[in-house]
């Protein structure tokens, strides 16, 4: 039985493709799926912080590859998606982690902000698992995983564009369920509560906005990045396979209450 759950959680034989991977919960994520043996990998503006994560993947024995590219151009999404298989072949798990979050009141909002939002949080996600789809349906199936957001649910101040953007975020991988899970592609989203990333650093810097969203938890804290750990594993593995357009929050509690 304990191989079977083994084989059930491994991603050995697996390569997964994880934007936004330089940093915060995509740079978690892709470590995760390194660990449960997915070679990775990933995308990012900053070649620097990419080399850093493939050193460290590669120092705990597993194996990752640096594609870099700005997904915020319509013409590199594209170059990403006919490169990727190159590596390790064709990616069967692919996350969807890069994202901005400008904070602007919303007066301040200007259509140059909105379009850039909405592009990276939602256009993106959909156009680079549509270009990557062929590839895992000729492999008789893949796993796509958003990352979703509280704001998915409800408002925060100064976040029009992001919640905007992460509300279809919930949609979309319900819509990604509808046209692709019968041919043996799952897609599901993560809700992450706070944790402490670099679009979430102002938050953190305010002792009283921590104690605040903490306290809005059932569980009293506010998450660490390897609270992620399990969830990525479970939603990227065969263990999920009848599971699909669903939206998991790993928030400690914090919709719960």
Known sequence: MSNYVEDLFSLAGRTALVTGASS?????????????????????????????????ISDGGGGAVALPGDLGQREDITRIAAEAAKFYGAPDILVNAAGINPRQPTAEVSWDTWDATLHLNLSVPFFLARALVPGMQAKGGGNIINIASLQSFRAFADGAPYGASKSGVVQLTRAMAEAWSNTGIVANAIVPGFFKTELTSSIFEDPDKVQHHAGMTAVGRNGELADLDGATVFLASR???????QVLPVDGGYTAK
């Open 239 to 245: 263990a999920a396979a009848y599971i699909t357009g």
């Open 24 to 56: 915060g919960i995509g740079r978690q994520m892709s470590q995760a799926l390194a660990s449960a043996g997915a070679e990775v990998v990933l995308v990012a503006r900053r070649e620097d912080r990419l080399a850093e994560v493939v050193h460290h």
